[in-house]
């Protein structure tokens, strides 16, 4: 009898499928966002099963790791962006990967040891064209809005898009950031942990505008047919968000996790990104982008600070940032 009970937990372990788990934030693993149509595709390639775990922003799953550590079950981190790839190296959680990123089509040139983009967009202020006719076109025309004009904006500590605007504050206005987010302050309604929680809010009717990205609208046209949601478009140029994934020294199924990072440059991943993750995909495909994405506004300038200088100066950044708008 024990001979046979090992033999069937011998055959058993045989066919046995590796689990591939990615912490991600919260939108993504949703429902309605790209976790449930990549984890089928991805499954069905790979004879595998893939496990999303959701957190309530990209920092939020990296923070996790860290607290975990070496018995984190995490394979892969997805979702962290240009500005906290240092951050997240600087752990020494990640691993090298070895990604065949040469058909990349991005804004700029990639060359990163440790992640590999997936998608990108620009962060930019959302609003209802129905209800804002005369939407500000500047950081300046934003601050001198009426007194009853309210935004709400992300944690810089907890989000990649609150980082994205803390940023694009500072290179706009450099050493007179701090001065501007106190002129700004009195505008903003409030600040939330993550990017999910602000724009439900927004949507409820809330405030008049909320951070989120150029490529927002398309959802409302593709899945909602409204088209009065518009992106505040600022004429200095809006800083870029481009997101990345990274697989854990720790991880007991490297390989599989090196294929889930190859295969984020398949066309059958990024086919799965503009209406998922309404986002633009890292590289270009048979299939297009949806006809929608053609009316959505395209920055003339794209602003983005080295991830190295960010690293270097966050912290200070963000303590302006608190200081400012704390009086």
Known sequence: MKILLAVILFLGSLTAKETLTIYTYDSFAASWGPAPLIKKAFEKKYNCNLKFVATDSAIGSLRKVQIEGKNTKADIVLGLDTNTAELARKTGLFAKQHTDTSRLSLPIKWNDENFVPFDYSYFAFVYDSNKTKNPPTSFDELANMPKNFKIIIEDPRSSTPGLGLLLWVKYIYKDKAGAYWKKLAPHILTITKGWSEAYNLFLKGEADMVLSYTTSPAYHIIEEKKYQYKTANFKAGHYAGIEIAGMLKSSKHKALAQKFLNFMLSDEF???????????PVIKTKKGLPKA????YVPKKMILIDGKTVEKNRKAYINEWLKAISK
């Open 293 to 296: 994405f053609s009316t959505l």
């Open 270 to 280: 990024a086919n799965i990104i503009p209406t998922t993750n309404w986002s633009y």
